[in-house]
């Protein structure tokens, strides 16, 4: 691992029956070896606490242990993750092993961090869950009378008259009130956030000084409110497999870990780590295809583009046991150095070399996407359309901005939006007062903001407002909406863009959702072309003094969202990283007038990179001028001459 | 409402625990003042009786008050419909709430209906159903060996020897034995019909003179006998909801609400009510296209002119809480009058000049489809073959005569089918004695019988009949099937029609199932082309007297199918109400031999319909006479100028 | 049935309501009248034992005496096969019944064989078996200690204090761990295997002289090993359904059968029994196509061709009740003879004549394919890729020897390979040390061996190896595989065979799987030639003395696979039992130097044959030379003039 230049190493994340293989008997002598040999060679520790996998023997003690799926089944033992996080007793055993690893290893010398636990998720609708839902809903809303009203109960008679008659929900019974459905999602993503403090709290008495983290799962989670979960650890980590999942309709597309860094990045405002960077070929039962040569580098490298302090792979050596024997480390299960390893050798000897020009540079947005767990959480009740995905809309209008080099944080609704010029909010479907004010305050001031379809249907509650649509942004956008379409799968409707402010004369297709807009005081961006609102505004622009606020009632593709940021983003003032060269990724990071430029080649064939000034390459200290090639899945980073230290 | 033009508004009927908020403590002034001021607008009421919605008080009492899925999960609160249909404890619940409703409102003045709960259906399996099944049994057959007899429990040693050790179906057990299947079937149908006259025995006591109504999913729904749950009601209604249900492969078609509103008609032989007709947009958590202009008021016309008295929209306003958010009412969720209120209010006005002259009209047919619950339950535990679908095949036969024009009922196997010329016998899988002598004294006294494939199989059993197929029927349509063939999906044989009776020479494609006939004093009217049966019958016609038996052992579609019909009518002297234009519904109403024709143009372009006289357009009151155009989603209703009395 | 030629009938596999309708009430009147009836007319009988079906009254007795799914919901009554087969209460049941029959049938003079139970299969995941399991482990592997060990319980924290703590699989918990999940399959096929010889303990000692069998069936069922099951049997029987499943993209197959046959005759080695053989259209909800006409005669002659001494159809007359009543029998529900019965009667009368010379001759295979029930097992938990199918994959490489016309048995991983010349050890996944010493000597002896790829990748504990892959096989096929690469759905790669061993310069498609190999003494024979590892090696050839290993590396069909074979039958020195004529089945039955060559034409169109020498046509006893035309879905059966003794 030395060889390899590895610095910090993560152990024990599921290793609490090796601690305490029996209750109350615990042996950390085969970890304190582990982490001297380690510390021997320079080597720094991050520890996991164990909770996200208690021993059989704990789980012996109590059927109600185990979580509940919405099926109402029981989860059996033989995974990981099978704990109600609501319960007692789990609460309890995961306070004591927390406690007892602490103590021992709070002030270890060569320990520099903790990870709590692993990918917190997975809700639970266990009786336990259900009592402490009503608990919540108590502390929230105080009487029953506030949550009746909030929730609409007068619909199909479901008045409640006691706490315990409110239910979790049940696939039985689906879809659930879509009031309770969001409180309870909320709930269960405020149970793993108390969860975890409880261990935060731990932590912080007995190891200070030592950073405290979690691994997350990227954008593309969406159980969890990860403002939420981030808010109180000193450090957002995540686990980052680019070719986890695949299909041929949708190959490897690096736009996927560029959306999660950023907004891993962004949950903090914060550097970042990823806790588990791919190593090899990864599945459980099921394998996805071998990283081709270069990649493991290239994606590590990518994260470190996007804002990363901190990469570990995972894993050292596949495990020739268990469930996870298909997911590869860097050495195979026979353990012999082979063409991964030697990737990521060289990947190491390179950062020796880099770390002083990455240390203070960041990348610094001028555009803020909105991500919103209520939005997205209602619409996992109510989805509208078969293609009316939260995150696939997030994707597509973030996709267009990074093939464009446009650096992007993704703020929380209720955020600071003052360092933006352009805010985009898609499909902001639960929409409060206070959010609604922040977007107001923001467009006052001078901002350009976009609003999407579906934006400010529902209140704070998840009923649908009483105002015209979209609700308490209609005044702030100057429209108001007169009709909805939901188009079945395949239709489609297009749109003609009739501003010279906007590719004035092209058309552009709209699918899956078509809004027809009524103007109060906007101008019309662009129509409808098709069916009986042929004709009608389909995008309009508001202007509040400096400020400006476009609404696209039309859902689509690149060719609908392309012209459109474009435009943004000049009315925005906001200029790209680089222009051009859309089939390469070209992410910045700067520390003032300092920039350094990563130009990342994804594909399999080498592309070529036209530079606007002279650079030097930092991965080979050459100046380079004019054209550089980038090879297949190699990546140059230029710093300026000026910038250059060497 | 009243500026609208609405007459009628239903109420109540999910609104127990608005009523009853606590055990025993009723809320009715809330209801009082509602009805008082539709009043107050000359605006009638129909009251639901709330037992499809109970409140959480009633439902926490008993977990065995819910209703268990055949997958043996039983269900959660949180939807509607939770209840087991057989539980005392619900029954006496629900006889509680309706007697008190019935006591408080029997009387009154402005309320001049009742529809019982809603929508009945959906099955259940639980512990109390399996024990009122045991006690159905021990009524229907008396005793074991009965039973034992019937189902034939030698098989696979399912011999019982007592009641109790007779299952519900499982999912875990599938498919059931066919005679415990079908009578499962007909118990859950029986359930509600009993549960259903619990409450009519209340009203009728409380509530003299007022009509009594359900309200039915139409011709789709398929888990109830409709017959029996219309026969002891005053009136049958139900719920009309055209672009609920869409996919790009079948888009809106007109023939099945058509083929609906035959089917409610028909149950009663009576004029019907839409009670719940489509006012926009519709869906729980995924939303339908939006009705184009002009739809939803062809819609209603629709409605009657296959005979509907009454037309209710649902709902008035979009609810703004609940899991019908996306229900849309007339209003959307803000409440301001939109297209959608002028375009029924449109209506409302001319409504009002033409009741007059639709009160005693009816729709007359001379074809009986022959509508066999038996036969649907049958195939629902064994459907031979993925394609082998009762409801579409009933559907396919109905939308040929639907383009042609004719006016068709939907009748009981064992119904009086004296008023028809021509009888068409669609799978009539299940046939007893009662309906095989039924068909033989119709075809005897002269008339047309159309029977297809996979007729006369089983008995009244389910058990198969143990003379050549098709059983019972074999003599009347004078052949037997020698052997069947169950094709694949995608494969298909071809039928060459050789009789001058029928399109003689030309050819029809087969597909589904084919089955080789032996004429048995039928003449041939046509043959198989290909595979080992090639040249063999495929269709025959046996003459008794002055009837005629077509037996079809092919199925197919449109090119099968319809020149089969054509000839059949033909034979049977029906007369189409027009002849062409088979892209406009053509509809007519008579009394008499004063006619209306309803002309609909579902299309969303104009089209033209040629007149074969000289009319009244009663829409405007306008002559019309050669060609007359008709707009996109628009009608005319045209009575001859010897009619119109205006 | 003594008219059709039958001289055996089965009885009594599901009566066990109709034996002891009352507990401990037995009747055998009607059962004894039946083979009294039968004897009268020469027709013996095999009588089952009624395990598979218990009646009501039995089952009512505790809900624990059924069957528990993966799923964790119980099994409830309605078909058969409900029990627990680890369930004291169900074993001792089944005692006494089989005892029951014993003593009263078991020595009587017409009845020859006891089929016990009927179709073992369906494992059980109930608390009675997980303690079960707990016992079995303690049975073969002595502590918990060494369990953890075989299941590396240290990965997510599973080490087991107490043998209580060890769950069964559940889906809630999928995948298990992999030694668990390989184990509990081993569990589930021992289960049957135990509940199997208590009954045949019974029936040795009240019936001697009585063949014992069970009916499997065939290659493709996957959840029992086959070769244990069989061992303490006196015959092999299985059911054979050829168009039972069906669709439009793999139509009847006559290589299916012809792969069930070969592997039910390999069992034992020894001539094997169809105990039910397809006789109409068969289905249970669903009904495939009839058989076209000569099928049933053609499928019963292959039986016979690949070894079979016994042919019993199913079933005689179809039912009229219960859920087979779609499985057809030779007569129809009517019972009156027809097509089916004719076809059936004339092969009746042809057997007569042809028995004498099918006597002593069977089938002589010089290549066997490995058949491994560990491996099959361990793919089931974790597959690899969506298209890696240990069935489909053993079928793939069978297809390709059954159109050349070679013989070959199916063959444990560690059964005697000395009778074969080519041995293929499809995916041979799972290899203990006994396995890859019986491989090596094999192959040091002078055999071919082919080994595919993913083979060796696990040991017997489902760990993976801790040496490079091929593992234990490595040395063997002189070669280490470098990675592997899991290829989407639908995605290729290609191979270009490069030596003049192997159809040089031609090229095959290779999908699912590629594995890099690095050749270690090996020889070159394929490279892929296509992605970044074009160029290197996809099939090597390891030389052992006069043995030669080859290790194919890609998976791929018939273009692949089809030279390889013909390749290695070429070295191994195996001939066909014919050449060419590809679109035959061509089987050969041989005692000493006399054979018997059936051709089968399994097509509805005629084939030529092109004969290398004289032969008589066993079937009309007519000399044939020259080119004989075989008619559509008919067979010859060639004797040489000197077999011949007419």
Known sequence: MAEAGFTVVRLAEFAWSKIEPRPG???????????DILAAHGIQVVLGTPTASPPPWL??????????LLDGRRVAFGLRREYCPNHPGYRRAAQDIVSCMAEHYGQHPNVIGWQIDNEFGDRCYCPICTTAFHAWLQERYGTLDEVNQRWGTVFWSHHYTAWDQIPAPSSTAWPPNPGLGLDYSRFCSDSYVTFQQQQIDILREK??????????????YDQINYFDLAARLDLVAWDNYPSFQWNMDAPLDPTLPALSHDTMRSLKQQPFWVMEQQAGPAGWDMLGPTPRPGKLRLWAYQAIAHGADGVVFFRWRTATVGAEQNWHGIL????????RYEEIRR???????????????QPAARVGILLSYDSRFSLQLQRYNPNLDYTAIVREIYRVLHRLHVTVDLVAPDGDLSPYRLVIAPVLHVVSETVAENLRRFAEQGGVLLVTARSGVKDDANRVVQQPLPGLLAELCGIEIEEYDSLPPGAT?????VSPWLANGQTAEAHTWCEVLQPNGAEVLAEYQQDYYAG????????????HVIYCGALGGHDLFQPLLRSLLETAGVAPVAVGSEDLEIVERRQGDRSLLFVLNHHDEAKDFA????????????????TVQIGPNDLVILAGQNNHEG
Chains 1, 2, 3 share one sequence.
């Open 59 to 68: 789980m012996a003690r109590d059927p109600t242990l185990f979580r509940v």
């Open 207 to 220: 190891s200070p000084g030592r950073f405290i983290t979690h691994n997350f799962m990227g954008f593309h």
């Open 611 to 626: 530079l606007q000034s002279d650079y030097i390459n930092l991965l080979d200290g050459a100046p380079v001028k004019g």
């Open 493 to 497: 409707n297009s749109v003609r863009f």
């Open 332 to 339: 195979d299960h026979h353990g012999r150095p082979g063409r």
């Open 347 to 361: 990947m190491g000897a390179e950062i020796k070399t880099l770390s002083r020009y990455l240390e203070a540079a």
């Open 25 to 35: 008997d615990y042996d950390f002598e085969w970890l304190d070896r582990a982490i």
């Open 536 to 547: 009608r505004p389909a995008i309009t622009m508001n202007h509040l003094g400096a400020g």
